[in-house]
């Protein structure tokens, strides 16, 4: 009799490359779901040897923009709905009428440009507890759409440019020509009864 016949082996370095292979494909076609979130970039930390001031902030100079648990929107004291928002933002940030009831414009000078009226309003934001993140996001997105709108504006104005085609150095005259002043204070829950 001759030499029991021997079964041939599977070469395992050939299924570990398949198996990379296929873990590879499935990261490649597969969907990760993006996560909301709101970009925002938080204050330089004063240095500690700075005084703080109590800075008073004229009423008139002040937006107050609220969210309820409803979810329903009042800007100014006035409900409204979401696709409101950003119109009456920019009217109150320009006020284009010099109405009393609007915020002052100060002359500044912004290095680089030069004299400017720039608006002293500030948008102060404050939700509810109760309030839906969804809203809460589409608010924010409206505030933001308000303040870049009112850039492109006076950017095409002084520049012929939209903001984003400006250079780094034109940018920064725009953001200090149009600042960003929201202002969100802590949520609310207006829901607990007080005793």
């Given at each position: 009799?001759?030499?029991?016949?021997?079964?041939?082996?599977?070469?395992?370095?050939?299924?570990?490359?398949?198996?990379?292979?296929?873990?590879?494909?499935?990261?490649?076609?597969?969907?990760?779901?993006?996560?909301?979130?709101?970009?925002?970039?938080?204050?330089?930390?004063?240095?500690?040897?700075?005084?703080?001031?109590?800075?008073?902030?004229n009423?008139?100079?002040?937006?107050?923009?609220?969210?309820?648990?409803?979810?329903?929107?009042?800007?100014?004291?006035?409900?409204?709905?979401?696709?409101?928002?950003?119109?009456?933002?920019?009217?109150?940030?320009?006020n284009?009428?010099?109405?009393?009831?609007?915020?002052?414009?100060?002359?500044?000078?912004?290095?680089?440009?030069?004299?400017?009226?720039?608006?002293k309003?500030?948008?102060?934001?404050?939700?509810?507890?109760?309030?839906?993140?969804?809203?809460?996001?589409?608010?924010?997105?409206?505030?933001?759409?308000?303040?870049?709108?009112?850039?492109?504006?006076?950017?095409?104005?002084?520049?012929?440019?939209?903001?984003?085609?400006?250079?780094?150095?034109q940018?920064?005259?725009?953001?200090?020509?149009?600042?960003?002043?929201?202002?969100?204070?802590?949520?609310?829950?207006?829901?607990?009864?007080?005793?």
């Open positions: 009799m001759g030499a029991p016949k021997k079964t041939p082996e599977v070469s395992g370095g050939s299924m570990a490359d398949i198996s990379f292979l296929m873990l590879i494909f499935f990261l490649m076609v597969s969907t990760m779901d993006k996560e909301e979130g709101i970009s925002r970039r938080l204050p330089v930390m004063p240095p500690p040897d700075m005084k703080v001031e109590d800075q008073k902030v009423r008139r100079n002040i937006i107050q923009v609220k969210v309820n648990a409803q979810d329903r929107l009042y800007a100014g004291n006035e409900i409204m709905d979401i696709t409101q928002l950003k119109d009456k933002i920019k009217e109150f940030m320009t284009p009428q010099n109405d009393p009831n609007l915020p002052d414009k100060e002359m500044t000078f912004i290095e680089g440009y030069g004299d400017c009226l720039v608006s309003g500030v948008i102060s934001l404050q939700n509810d507890r109760g309030t839906s993140y969804s809203k809460y996001i589409e608010v924010q997105n409206e505030l933001i759409r308000a303040i870049n709108e009112l850039r492109d504006e006076w950017s095409m104005a002084n520049y012929g440019k939209k903001y984003t085609r400006l250079n780094e150095e940018q920064a005259i725009v953001r200090k020509a149009v600042p960003q002043s929201i202002s969100e204070a802590e949520p609310k829950d207006v829901t607990k009864r007080r005793r």
